[in-house]
């Protein structure tokens, strides 16, 4: 049982009064622990909290081996492209159209995964929160900036190797089998 009491002033200098008025009232009657409202919140939603950062946790680290393994798809492309690069380069293909054709080629992989994982996530959510008590449905405003993050990671993660993919010198690439 919690007994709550509304102040204008510091409610932690009224504990011992209400403590002493509770005892005239029942002398037998135990009282734990005094908290304030933010205090019990704050004891209160702990796990929650816990659970919260675990999970932000854990999405960090989805996000960065998802960036590692874009970012491996993307090296051993363009490594088993290399012949072909170089001879883009010796007819002339400059370095931005090298660094276009290999950026496009995983961004247009990331779009398709995204196109496909967005409106499941948003179906999904929707989903949980009918199903469940206390689940909230995803905010447009999250699922949008999760999009941007992951565009600009996936970006990140294929502009390395796409630069790599610009250096190859065109009579190695050609003399390579």
Do not use: W
Not at 15 to 29: C, E, K, M, V
Not at 81 to 91: D, K
């Amino acid at each position: 049982m919690h007994i709550m009491l509304r102040t204008s002033i510091d409610p932690m200098n009224l504990a011992a009064t209400a403590r002493a008025q509770i005892h005239s009232i029942d002398p037998d009657q135990l009282i734990n622990e005094t908290k304030t409202l933010g205090r019990l919140f704050v004891d209160e939603g702990s796990p929650f909290r816990f659970a919260a950062e675990l999970i932000l946790v854990l999405g960090v680290i989805a996000l960065l081996l998802s960036a590692l393994g874009v970012y491996s798809v993307m090296s051993h492309s363009v490594a088993q492209r290399t012949h072909e690069i170089g001879i883009r380069i010796a007819l002339g293909a400059q370095q931005a159209d090298v660094l276009r054709l290999i950026v496009g080629q995983g961004l247009k992989n990331a779009i398709l995964g995204l196109a496909i994982g967005l409106p499941a996530a948003f179906v999904l959510s929707r989903v949980m929160a009918s199903a469940l008590y206390g689940i909230v449905a995803v905010e447009s405003s999250v699922l949008i900036s999760f999009v941007l993050i992951l565009a600009a990671v996936a970006s990140l993660s294929c502009y390395v190797p796409a630069r790599r993919a610009t250096k190859v010198d065109p009579m190695v690439a050609l003399r390579h089998e």
